[in-house]
C-alpha cells in the first residue's frame, strides 16, 4: 500500500476542501434551518463529478476509487458539519456503485446519469419497523409476476425520502422473496407507494422516512443481480457506504479540533491562553492521535476494497470486513467526542448556536446510533471474522 497520495488525487483532495470552504460552510446553517440542501450545491458537487463518484463515466461519474470517493468523504464532512451533505453523498456513491455493479443496462442508462447529474437521488431502504440489523425478520415481500416484481411492506427510517419524491429517484429496496432476498429498485414516485417523514435531532438538511408499498409493481429490470441474491448485494453496499461514513466522521472530527485549537490560543484565563494549560493540552492531543491513526484506518479500508472488492475479488472477503466494521465501530465515537471536548473548551459559547459545535453533534451523533449499522454489529462482524461464525450470538 502507498501512503502517500498521487498529485491527482491530492489536487482533488484541494479541490473538495475548496469546495468545502467556500460552499457548504457558508450554507451549514441554512441547510440546517430549511431542511434542504439548496440546489446551488447540489450543481456544484454535480459539476465536481462529486455524486455518485464511482459509477462508471459512461454513466454520468467519475469511475473514480475508493480512496478517492473516501477523501471526497472526509472534505464534505469537514464542510458541513452538520452531516447532511455528508450523507447524502456517501448515499449516492455506496448505492450508486452497487446498481452500476449489479443493475440491469436499461436500469443503468435510466437512473444512473440523472444522479450523478444531481436531478435525481438514489439511496437504500432495509430497515422495518420491527428491526434494522435482523434482515432474516424482514416482512416486507416481494414476488414475480410475469414481467414485474409485486411488493407489498414497510421500510423506515429511510434518508432521502422526501429528496426521491422531490427530484425524482428511488432507493434499492430489500425484501424477502421465498427463501431468498431480492434487491429491487423501486421509485418513489411509483403507484402504491405512500410516504412519512420523522423528525430528527440532527443531520436536518436530509430527510428521514418511512416508505409503505401496497402491491407496487415494479419493472423487472429493476431487479439487481439474480432473484433470491439480493442480501448478498446490500451486504456488499454497506460495506463500502461504511467506508465512506466513517470517513465523513474523520474529516468532521478534524474540523472540530481545528476550531477548538483555534479557540485555545486566543482564549486567556488567569492571564495565559488556554493552550497552556495542560488539562486541555494534553486532551487535545489524545483526541487528534486517535482521529490520526483512525483516519490511516480507513484508508487502507478503502485501499482493500480497491484492491479486492470493487473488483470483484472475495478471497480476501474476511480482511475485507474486518478493516470496514473496526473503522466504522471507531470513527463514529471518536468524532462524537472530539465535538464534545471542544464544546467544553468553549465552555457556555460552546453551547451556543453561534459557535456551530452543536451541528457537528448532533449530526455525528446518527452514526454512532445505528445508520449503516450500529456499532454493536461491527462488534458482531468483528467476533464472527475473529472467532468464527460458530460463536455468532444468534442462530
Known sequence: MEFSLSDEEQAFQEAVRRFGDKVLRPNERRIDREGRIPEEVLREMAHLGLL???VPSEYGGLGASAVLTELAAEEIGRGDFSMATAVFFLLEAGWGYILARHGTDAALHEVLPPVCAGEAFLGIAT???TGGSDLAGMRTRSHRDGDAFVLRG?????????EAKALGGG???LSRDGDGFNLLYVPTRSKGISTQKFENMGRMGISTGALTYDDVRVPESYLLGE???GFHYAMEGFTVAR???SAACIGAAERALETGMAYIKERRAFGVPLAKFEGIQFELVDLWAQVEAVKWQCRRAAWLLDTYTLKGDLSHRSEVDRAVASVKLTAPPIAFE???RVMMWFGAAGYTKDVGLELGLRGVMSYLVGAEGGLNIMRIILGRELLGKEFLPYP
Open 171 to 173: 432507493h434499492l429496496t
Open 243 to 245: 467506508t465512506f461514513v
Open 227 to 229: 432473484a433470491g441474491h
Open 154 to 162: 414497510e421500510k423506515c427510517y429511510v434518508s432521502g425520502v422526501e
Open 338 to 340: 472530539c465535538v464534545k
Open 127 to 129: 430497515t422495518e419497523p
Open 52 to 54: 455518485a463518484m464511482p
